[in-house]
């Protein structure tokens, strides 16, 4: 593992993400906490470790793509946005507000936003084709995409899943934010999606699994597939807690829809803030 | 028609960064691009919202992305993939279907497209392009490689006979005959041009009628069919779609403001049972010339009674 990492500063970076998220749930009084607060870890060490980003030029072409399919924990994507300097964090208090560009699904008209998301099953086609012109274009950039594990039920994922190893696109690469909570119900009650690992590797992935909140072991799982010199697609199955962070929005459907009140704030930050 | 929409991608595939893809149709169609620009070709397979994901994917890095399939396939399938990530993002996808209307008749109403001008013509950015015949089909295509942005090719079958007399009137609202001083026009929409000539022939000389069409619904249409109809006392629209929500609204949306009434000829929701070839389904469907005719003649008769 490279020494260059500083973990304790990509742990910083996800305290501050979850406690931006927190506070816009709060003020908007919106939902989806319970899944960016799952996603906070893996997001915050992809930004760190390996998505190639300019805040100042959003758009540079050199940049590696990032898409988050699930558009519904945007506030995590906010949060991190705001705090690598994409936008300004004092934005982060119109979130879901009239007039404001912050909507409670993830924005393209937001710089660092590659593409709107929100309905579930899109972002993954979509990545398939920008890995494709990257290759068509002979391009050196990388596609990232974050999935949610409730939008495994959707079947365009598996058309997009069964395409990718066929055109070897190597230069693409999934993380499952694997919570095992969706919007009614465990994923596997409502569609069983075991055994998961089996069915990617056998669409012919190259997958490695980790703990989604274990900084080190996303790091060091993300960057076993990032140096394969394999032509597949790359998948990470993260391991993740549903509301991670905060003990009592943890592995709950409630806090899929609910937005805390002042107490409920209080405590989850002086949490957050390990008070 | 789609060889020449296929011949002009051809010609333009250098300079417009053109990429084909197909949801595995295009047999006798296509082989000629796939062999001279195998790189910028995509059997996507039958997966139609996976193919326009990636054709989004495609286009917002600089590539002119065409989809090919059937009518009702690379459009109701993925509606919403067309909705959310090439129209909102107003990305250079142009959608090609064939099979528009009943054109594929007897296979049956799963490959008939009656739905389609209603739910892309809702999309932002979308513009429709309703070729009749292959003269329109050219006009259209030189419009796809002069506009970015998404856009809907809704195609006949492969043979489709070639109906305008001249291509000099060929525009985005074109009149198929020598335009007369009349009070009636009949508008129509892809292959319907050729039924409302002979809806004229039915109709006999006495009653003047001006036939048109109209390859092209884009951000212009509205402001052009004022100019052209608001000085007409009925205009009649024909196509082979539901009404609802189909060309005839868009005409009826146009010339709103004005005096002129606006009568739409199409099919009801549940207009679609049954086998039969494409003139068999305009006739039982009443879309042919005799019955067509027939409505024109009564709201014209009873009109003049008053």
């Not at chain 2, 109403?109 to 932002?124: E, R």
Request: charged share 25%; hydrophobic share 40%.
């Amino acid at each position: 593992m490279k020494k260059s990492v500083d973990f304790k500063k990509i742990k910083d970076l996800a305290k501050k993400i979850r406690i931006d998220a927190l506070e816009m749930v709060y003020r908007a009084k919106a939902s989806h906490l319970g899944s960016a607060l799952s996603s906070v870890d893996i997001i915050a060490v992809l930004y760190s470790c390996f998505i190639k980003h300019d805040p100042t030029n959003p758009l540079l072409k050199s940049r590696d793509r990032f898409l988050i399919s699930k558009g519904h924990a945007c506030t995590c994507m906010y949060g991190a946005l705001a705090e690598l300097g994409f936008i300004d964090k004092n934005e982060l208090a119109s979130y879901g507000s009239d007039g404001g560009r912050l909507m409670s699904h993830v924005s393209h008209k937001v710089p660092g936003v590659e593409f709107s998301t929100g309905s579930l099953g899109h972002a993954l086609p979509i990545a398939l084709g920008l890995s494709l012109a990257a290759k068509k274009k002979k391009k050196s950039w990388q596609t990232f995409v974050l999935l949610s594990d409730g939008e495994l039920n959707e079947g365009s994922n598996w058309e997009a899943f069964l395409m990718a190893p066929q055109l070897k696109l190597d230069n693409l690469f999934v993380v499952v934010d694997y919570n095992k909570i969706q919007a009614f119900g465990k994923t596997n009650e409502v569609i069983k999606l075991e055994p998961l690992k089996k069915k990617f590797t056998s669409f012919g992935w190259e997958l490695r699994e980790c703990n989604g909140h274990n900084l080190k072991d996303i790091y060091s799982k993300m960057n076993r597939l990032v140096n394969s010199r394999r032509t597949r697609p790359k998948i990470l199955l993260a391991h993740t807690i549903k509301g991670k962070g905060v003990s009592f929005m943890e592995d709950s459907l409630d806090w899929h829809y609910k937005s805390p009140n002042e107490e409920q704030l209080k405590r989850a930050l002086s949490e957050l803030e390990g008070k | 028609m789609r060889t020449k929409i296929i011949g002009k991608l051809l010609k333009n595939a250098n300079k417009s960064n053109v990429f084909l893809m197909v949801g595995d149709l295009g047999y006798s169609v296509v082989e000629d691009f796939v062999a001279k620009y195998p790189e910028r070709f995509l059997n996507a397979g039958i997966a139609e919202q996976n193919m326009t994901g990636m054709a989004a994917g495609l286009a917002s890095e600089g590539f002119k992305v065409f989809t090919y399939s059937i009518g009702n396939f690379n459009t109701l399938r993925c509606l919403e993939q067309i909705r959310n990530d090439v129209c909102y993002h107003n990305l250079d996808v142009t959608i090609i279907s064939t099979g528009g209307g009943f054109a594929y008749g007897s296979l049956g109403y799963s490959h008939h497209a009656l739905q389609d001008i209603a739910t892309l013509g809702s999309l932002p950015f979308m513009t429709l392009l309703l070729p009749a015949d292959p003269v329109e089909a050219e006009f259209c295509s030189e419009f796809i490689f002069s506009n970015a942005g998404p856009k809907y090719l809704r195609l006949g079958r492969s043979k489709d006979e070639v109906v305008h007399l001249s291509k000099d009137k060929i525009a985005e609202i074109c009149t198929y005959n020598q335009k007369q001083k009349t009070n009636y026009a009949l508008v129509t929409v892809g292959a319907m041009l050729k039924e409302a000539v002979r809806v004229q022939d039915t109709l006999g000389a006495k009653t003047k009628i001006n036939i048109y069409s109209c390859p092209v619904i884009g951000e212009n249409f509205a402001l052009n069919a004022r100019k052209e109809f608001s000085g007409y006392k009925y205009v009649f629209t024909l196509e082979d779609h539901v009404v609802p929500q189909g060309f005839g609204s868009h005409m009826a949306k146009a010339l709103e403001l004005e005096e002129t009434r606006v009568i739409s000829f199409g099919l009801n929701h549940c207009s679609c049972y049954g086998c039969g070839n494409q003139d068999y389904l305009h006739k039982h469907n009443h879309l042919d010339a005799k019955s067509v005719s027939a409505g024109i003649a009564k709201i014209i008769g009873a009109k003049k009674g008053k």
